[in-house]
């Protein structure tokens, strides 16, 4: 199992329209990064606007399915939903003991589910009795709402009037001697105002504590000045009470106005269950769950005509960049080089190569191409330097500068080219620059100055990478019968060789693990995707230009 | 519903695994951000080592599901999975018809399933000539495997063996004529060298492509030669055949040695329906569906004893940042703010703000903060000016540069104070700069030179918004009955006002906005935010420790 994403199973009702039941607990589980079972005790035929049909699943083959998820699958956290009727309460009940015997405890949440949103009777009424006697024992944790709370209250004999904060920690502690290792009750349909919130918060009551996820903290006045938005004094307040340690915590939020809210007490459980599951502790797992369902309803769009559902999607981004596997380990250059595959291969194929591999290329423009390049060069060279300029910690600096060294043992190849062919090292510093070779070398710099260390990393890739795989396509031409391309003989014998050599292909190699490794370490959003690949096709595109110049002699 | 992400149904059993069945789809659409609604035809106890018991549901209430479902959401796209029975296939088929005359038709991905991984029947033999009769004239698209197909191809009196490239081609050519607008005959159980494909790509035939998203394109030597994986010689390749084109598309890709493929059929078809939900092309949704589904096989981690379940989250990664929303729209600020809280209020809360609220501070700490603060500003406002530099449009160069103006009016405000004092321009340019001063004013450049415009925008926050809270603060406890502030009177007065003053709260403000819109915009990896959080600590540990050094002019 993937590290710190545990499986966690839900017992409950299957929601057609995918808004509540194991539907939104699975959307929960993996929105929140977590294997999902599923145990479904009741299907419904249902929509936003209601619940057109129910159709039961028999008892036997409820256990049938918890056998088959806990046999074979470790795990961490569980929860309950609708639970249909007494039979099926009895078959889950016994079915989990069992396990728990066998196996040791897994945290459940029961979520004692009786009416939906709609309105309509998701659990027999002479079934809460078998619930409380059941699965509460099972159960570190239940989440009533008011009317499930005061039904449950009711039931054995305690006041179930639950109108304010302080009625609802009272309901709590009550709730919590129904056997359940402590109680989160619901105050979605309580209206709770600052007053009444500051009211109990008075330090008279000495053990309530109040989460400040959603309520501003001190030392924020300047969040609150520039809220713009109507900043409602109405509050939902969920109150978690643990038996153990005699506590009440209170999570406030602003109240919001919305009808997205179908399936919003099976995602809190769902998203309970996945705190749960990753062994955090009941305080800092309600405010995780609470926070995750407030955030789904806040965000959510409409679907469908009536109550829709939340948008569980909140909490994850799309990955931009394929994960690194065996069959591609490379998957950030490959998507750079498919994404501008046109520009890459007018690079790479330039008629500059294909002349230079068949020997034919005028030597006049091969040596102009030396002599700009021995220009570029100070240009890549300095780049490097500000990587390591720009770096924060040793091996990086290390890195760069070792870079550095390597550029200038490629700049001295260019010396001996040049003298090959009786060109002095001082024709060389006194050739001019030519407004290519400007363009591309100022922009490394300039790109260099402007961004941040893997930007740079970016636009001095296509320059290691190109001439990279410039080397290799040569030489595996090369070796094919018949070759285009003549090796042996080749006035330009030792460039084909030298980046084709392993001294220049370890450094590809290096290169392309940087690249790699930093996009894992550091993966980029759109935006910053969209950067790199402009970069990289800026200067595959100033590669071209420059080849473009060796031609012409500009 | 929210934009991009359309509303797609499964029609399929449920694997109470997880790993199969519905519950693979509802993972498949949250993964690819669409809005999942489940129809269930059947239910099984399953797990990883094989399907342990079946339950059917009855026909009527699979189309009750269908109806509650497409009445009331507006699905894009559609699959079926396991239909288990004739009886349960013209219920879906009917019930579906009936949608498509009245309401138009929506992509349908028929899965034809009949064999589970592990081996057991999901479909009665019954029931194939109902399912090619019913379901596949409704579906663009149908996804055989090697078995499914042959079988399908045997009872309509095809030939049915499927063993190479070339079978498959035919065999899914022979397939598209049952009823379907296009066929993908998956190749999960046939093996293929990298001959075989070469052999069939020849140009000789004529209306053949390949993808190449797995298979490297021309021009990626480097990335060839620097996988030291072994690279296998055997591959999977799925081929689609497109009627209305005649036109077959090969797939392929490295066979890969796992047995986490427990829902490889239905992750595929529920892929494929998010795809066709977005009106993607039958080519591209072939593309984005096998590599979602490949890279979920390679990248699973084992869960259960048997045929684990594919990792369906591999496309998305945590979202670091809650989503701007009205009740709270500075979230990265806040966060900011709670991670760092007890050096914050060190910072906002220091002795040297109490006693200048209260009017007591000592002249001479007042004095020394200001000539100090004086050579601060001038590294504030050179780091504004590298903010302008390092920009690469108008609006944030002309933003930074009006920050430096604003900056130079605030330095006045010193000269103003200064002079009231008897502290002459010249004595204020003459006061040596603190080590304190030097440590923050050469971290915001150092900084500022070392990342990208985002981290400059940390850097400089803590300076913006803590004068701002420490303005709001003073100003909102001056306004208590009996406040320890005085307001009236007090030496400090004008430099409260101007903290707390419009001119500098607008500065806050669009400052605020400036960083939310940003994370927006280019939303953080945990590096990142893990970088602007240290920075942003730092700095308000600077902040604390320039007030230190006033109290003790230093």
């Not at 939340?310 to 994850?316: D, I, M, R």
Request: aromatic residues 8%; hydrophobic residues 40%.
């Amino acid at each position: 199992m993937a590290k710190g994403s545990p499986a966690v199973l839900t017992i409950a009702g299957s929601d057609s329209s995918g808004g509540a039941g194991i539907q939104a607990d699975l959307k929960t589980f993996a929105a929140l990064r977590c294997y999902g079972a599923s145990v479904i005790t009741a299907l419904t035929a249902q929509n936003t606007t209601g619940v057109q049909a129910v159709h039961g699943v028999p008892p036997e083959f409820v256990s049938q399915q918890i056998n088959s998820v806990l046999s074979d699958i470790d795990v961490r956290g569980m929860k309950t939903g609708m639970l249909f009727d007494s039979a099926v309460i009895h078959a889950v009940s016994s079915t989990l003991k069992e396990h728990f015997t066998n196996k040791g405890v897994i945290p459940l949440v029961c979520d004692p589910v009786s009416v939906s949103t709609s309105g309509h009777s998701l659990l027999h009424p002479d079934a809460i009795d078998a619930m409380i006697d059941e699965i509460f024992p099972l159960s570190c944790l239940i989440t009533p709402n008011k009317s499930e709370a005061e039904l449950l209250l009711r039931k054995r004999g305690f006041p179930s009037t639950i109108n304010t904060v302080q009625d609802m920690i009272i309901a709590a502690q009550n709730l919590s001697t129904l056997g359940s290792k402590a109680v989160l009750l619901k105050g979605g349909h309580i209206n709770i105002t600052r007053d009444d919130l500051n009211g109990v918060v008075s330090p008279a009551v000495a053990d309530i504590e109040v989460n400040h996820d959603f309520i501003f903290d001190k030392n924020v006045e300047i969040l609150q000045a520039h809220n713009t938005a109507n900043v409602t004094n109405e509050f939902v307040v969920d109150v978690l009470y643990i038996q153990s340690e005699r506590k009440a915590i209170l999570y406030p939020r602003p109240r919001l106005v919305s009808s997205n809210t179908h399936g919003t007490g099976c995602t809190l459980s769902a998203a309970l269950a996945c705190a749960l599951g990753r062994d955090t502790a009941l305080a800092e797992a309600t405010a995780q769950a609470t926070s995750y369902t407030h955030l789904g309803i806040e965000t959510a769009s409409p679907i469908g005509q009536g109550f829709g559902p939340l948008n569980h999607l909140h909490s994850v981004t799309k990955s931009l960049i394929a994960p690194r596997t065996v069959g591609n380990p490379f998957p950030l250059t490959y998507s750079l080089i498919r994404n501008t595959s046109a520009t890459w291969t007018k690079y790479v194929q330039h008629e500059f190569v294909v002349q230079l591999g068949k020997g034919t290329l005028d030597r006049s423009s091969f040596l102009h191409f030396i002599k700009q390049d021995y220009h570029y060069l100070k240009y890549y060279a300095r780049a490097h330097a500000l990587l390591a300029a720009k770096s924060d910690n040793f091996a990086p600096i290390l890195a760069a500068t070792h870079i550095v060294l390597h550029i200038a043992k490629e700049s001295s190849m260019h010396t001996s080219y040049c003298a090959q062919w009786g060109i002095t090292k001082e024709e060389l510093e006194s050739t001019p620059e030519s407004t290519t070779t400007t363009a591309y070398g100022a922009f490394l710099l300039d790109t260099g100055l402007q961004g941040d260390t893997m930007k740079l990393v970016m636009v001095l890739a296509a320059c290691l990478l190109g001439y990279g795989e410039v080397g290799l396509w040569l030489k595996s031409e090369a070796q094919k019968p018949n070759s285009w391309v003549v090796w042996e003989g080749n006035p330009y014998l030792k460039w084909m060789e030298d980046y084709s050599g392993e001294d220049y292909q370890n450094a590809v190699k290096v290169g392309l693990e940087t690249i790699e490794s930093r996009a894992v370490q550091d993966p980029p959003s759109a935006a910053r995707y969209a950067e790199w690949l402009a970069v990289w096709e800026r200067c595959t595109s100033l590669e071209k230009s420059f080849w473009d110049m060796a031609m012409n002699l500009s």
